[in-house]
């Protein structure tokens, strides 16, 4: 696969969302970017609240601006705080460096990436990464 197509999108989008229910989480967000960093699909459950979508998209933009998943640049934002504050900067503060942004891959070849906002970091991160999956894709957390 050479690109992340909106079926594959919708496939781990369903998928997600449907840990979401399994795991009786707060409304969730999903975020679905290309590797160019465009959105592939939004959904948000019905009453998830202000910002999530906005949240969402931040931490799959991070991820791929960074190359990196964003619970790897929330270590990395602890670390080396200034350095993750000045590429926010750059990035007109759109990077959100919690877990919950999750790079899509197919082997090696970078597709996309995954952002979820709603519950917990820890339980956003395990939605993408289940999405990711049942993709038959490679879900890379950092």
Do not use: W
Request: charged share 20%.
């Amino acid at each position: 696969m050479a690109e992340l197509t909106l079926d594959v999108a919708r496939k781990i989008l369903d998928a997600a969302l449907a840990k979401g229910v399994e795991k009786k989480l707060k409304p969730l967000v999903i975020t679905i970017l290309d590797a160019r960093g465009a959105v592939k699909v939004t959904a948000a459950q019905d009453g998830t609240s202000l910002m999530r979508a906005e949240i969402a998209h931040g931490k799959a933009y991070g991820a791929l601006a960074l190359g990196m998943g964003s619970r790897a640049l929330f270590q990395r934002a602890q670390e080396q705080a200034y350095f993750v504050s000045a590429v926010n900067t750059l990035a007109e503060g759109r990077l959100v460096p919690v877990p919950g942004g999750v790079l899509i891959q197919d082997g090696a070849t970078l597709l996309g990436a995954v952002g979820v906002s709603g519950d917990t970091s820890d339980n956003d991160e395990i939605c993408a990464v289940a999405g990711i999956e049942a993709a038959g894709l490679k879900a890379n957390v950092g």
